[in-house]
C-alpha cells in the first residue's frame, strides 16, 4: 500500500518555488539542485492533473488553479508547523519561527530594542524581519505579525497598542540661519517643508498640533516630497533643506546633540499609535504567543 502523503516534499517545493521567485533561488533553500526542483514541480502537476506554473526563461507565474493550490497548501503546512512548536513547546523551551514586518520609523529606532528583550527571553525562536512601509498582506505574503502606524481601518485584523509616540516639529540650525524661526502656523506656510508621500494613497499626511487645547490637521505646502522611506525627511531636515514632522523617538538623539531644533513647542502634544496586528485566521502558536506577550510586556 503506497502512502498516502509521501508527496508532501513536493509541496514544500512548490510552496518554497514561489515564495523565493525562481526554481535557481529554491535549490538554494533546499540545497538542491534547479533540476530537481523542476521534477518535483512536474510529479506535483501531474499527480494533482493540472499546471500550478506558468515557468518561461524569464519569469513565473501562478495559474489560477496553482493560486488556490498555494493557499490552501500554506495553510495546511502552517498547521504541521504549530503542531510540531505546540509539541515542542510541552517539552520545555518555546522554538519555532515568527515572520514580522514594521516599517522603517519604528524597525529602525524602536524595535531593536525589543527585539533584543525577546531574543534574551525565547533564544531558539528565530526571527525573520522585513522593514519597509510597503503594507504587507499578511495572509497572501505569509507573515504572522505587522507593526502598523495609525489607527486600523481594517476590522478584519486584531490590534495591539504598543506605543503612542509623540510627534515634533523639527529642522536644522543652518536652516535657522537661512530662513528665520516662523513664530506661528501661519508663518509656517512661508517656509520650505518636508513631506512623506504615504504609499497607499501616494498623498502626503497632514501634520498634526494642539492648539487652544484642540487637536488640529494641518496640509503643509511641500518643497520636496519623500517616497518609500519616511526616515528620509528626517535626514533632508537635518542637512538643512527644510521643516519637517516627525517622531520624537526619532529626532531625540538629533535635538540633544544639536543638529536639529524644535520649532513651535506651543504646538505640540499629538501624537500617532503604533500597533502589532495580526490575522484571527492564523493560529497562535507558541512562538507567536511569546512573541506578542514580550512585545507588549507582559508575563
Keep these: 500500500m503506497s502512502r498516502k502523503y509521501d508527496h508532501l516534499g513536493d509541496v514544500e517545493t512548490f510552496v518554497t518555488v ?25 510529479r506535483l502537476e501531474a499527480r494533482l492533473g493540472t499546471q500550478l506554473l506558468r515557468r518561461t526563461t524569464r519569469s513565473l507565474g501562478l495559474t489560477d488553479a496553482g493560486r488556490l493550490y498555494l493557499e490552501q497548501t500554506r495553510a495546511a503546512l502552517s498547521l504541521i508547523d504549530d503542531a510540531e512548536r505546540a509539541v515542542q513547546a510541552e517539552g520545555g523551551e518555546v522554538t519555532g519561527r515568527i515572520r514580522l514586518s514594521a516599517p522603517t520609523t519604528f524597525g529602525h529606532y524602536r524595535l531593536p530594542a525589543l527585539l533584543q528583550r525577546f531574543a534574551e527571553r525565547y533564544p531558539a525562536v528565530r526571527v525573520e524581519l522585513n522593514i519597509s512601509n510597503r503594507n504587507v ?35 536644522a ?26 504609499p497607499s494613497t501616494g498623498r502626503s499626511f497632514p501634520w498634526q498640533f494642539m492648539r487652544d487645547g484642540e487637536e488640529l490637521d494641518w496640509p503643509p505646502e511641500t518643497a520636496l516630497q519623500v517616497t518609500d522611506d519616511a526616515l528620509g525627511v528626517v535626514s533632508l531636515a537635518e542637512a538643512g533643506l527644510g521643516i519637517c ?13 544639536g543638529v536639529l531644533v524644535e520649532l513651535l513647542p506651543e504646538l505640540k502634544g499629538r501624537s500617532r499609535p503604533f500597533s502589532l496586528i495580526y490575522t484571527p485566521q492564523r493560529r497562535m502558536t507558541a512562538a507567536a504567543r511569546a512573541f506578542t506577550n514580550c512585545l507588549l510586556d507582559q508575563p
Excluded at 515564495?19 to 533561488?25: D, H, I, K, M, Q
Excluded at 502606524?149 to 509623540?166: T, V, Y
Aim: proline share 3%; hydrophobic share 45%.
Design 18 to 42: 514561489v515564495e523565493r521567485g525562481s526554481l535557481t533561488a529554491a535549490a538554494v533553500a533546499l540545497s538542491t539542485t534547479p533540476s530537481v526542483i523542476s521534477r518535483a514541480l512536474a
Design 137 to 171: 498582506d499578511l495572509a497572501a505574503d505569509n507573515f504572522d505579525f505587522a507593526i502598523r502606524q495609525g489607527f486600523l481601518k481594517d476590522s478584519s485584523m486584531i490590534a495591539r497598542k504598543l506605543e503612542d509616540a509623540e510627534l515634533v516639529l523639527v529642522c
Design 173 to 198: 540650525p543652518a536652516y535657522v540661519r537661512r530662513r528665520g524661526l516662523p513664530r506661528d502656523l501661519e508663518a509656517l506656510a512661508e517656509h520650505d517643508c518636508l513631506t512623506f508621500l504615504l
Design 245 to 257: 514632522q516627525t517622531f520624537r523617538f526619532i529626532a531625540q538623539e538629533r535635538l540633544e546633540r
